[in-house]
């Protein structure tokens, strides 16, 4: 059984889901055996794998959008400017920071 605690601080994505799917297997196993704190245990590992995931989610699209609104701001000034390669950089971490 564990005593998984999901890491709110630093989350990750692939840590969440990995303890995510072992909470569910081991709820299955507690079902399956009739184990009462087997089912409880894959419960609360399954609910704290989800919590991360979502935080390192979250985490994630809040980075993106200071990319995006830093690559924005770039890409503006580049062009008032005349400095092509500013704005094509400016352009460049503001797409670069759309995608999740």
């Given amino acids: ?13 692939t840590t969440g889901q990995y303890h ?12 399956l055996t009739g184990a009462q704190s087997w089912r409880q245990s894959g419960r609360d590992e399954h609910a704290q794998g989800e919590a991360e995931y979502d935080a390192a989610q979250a985490k994630q699209y809040v980075e993106g959008a200071a990319d995006r609104v830093a690559g924005k701001a770039d890409a503006v000034v580049g ?4 400095d092509r390669q ?4 400016g ?9 999740l």
């Fill in 91 to 99: 352009k460049h971490l503001q797409f670069s920071g759309a995608r």
């Fill in 20 to 31: 995510s799917l072992k909470g569910t297997a081991v709820e299955t196993i507690g079902d």
């Fill in 86 to 89: 500013q704005e094509l950089s």
């Fill in 79 to 82: 062009a008032i400017t005349g």
């Fill in 1 to 13: 059984m564990s005593n998984y605690q999901a890491n709110l601080d630093q989350p990750n994505k």
